[in-house]
């Protein structure tokens, strides 16, 4: 299947046509490195494992937060207010960075598809 047939496909299977141009554009940067072996689909099934790694760290940084509230009962307010924040933080680092929506598109697509 080549990328132009992926890319229909995909497009049938609620990646957005913004998706599909963020995908090119990971493609593209490997083929510089020499790299000319990524496809959609590889790419797809790489997305796929990004987001058991990205599930994983969402649920780390949940449990230290939890963990550091029990941990310091009774939490002041400040303190719990600059825990609060962090966690947030490390949670928008991980959406933005890990591109999570991405990554669970690409989760459902392989689960589908198996």
Do not use: Q, W
Request: glycine residues 6%; proline residues 4%; contains cysteine.
């Amino acid at each position: 299947m080549n990328n132009d047939d992926m890319e229909e496909k995909l497009l049938g299977k609620g990646f957005t046509p913004k998706d599909i141009a963020h995908m090119k554009k990971i493609i593209s940067r490997g083929v510089k490195k020499g790299d000319t072996e990524e496809t959609l689909l590889s790419l797809v099934h790489t997305l796929k494992n990004r987001f058991y790694n990205l599930f994983s760290i969402v649920l780390l940084i949940i449990a230290v937060f939890i963990l550091n509230i029990y941990f310091k009962y009774p939490i002041s307010t400040p303190s719990f207010i600059s825990n609060f924040i962090v966690t947030l933080f490390g949670l928008f680092c991980t959406y933005h960075i890990g591109a999570l929506p991405l990554s669970y598109k690409s989760y459902c697509y392989c689960k589908k598809n198996k």
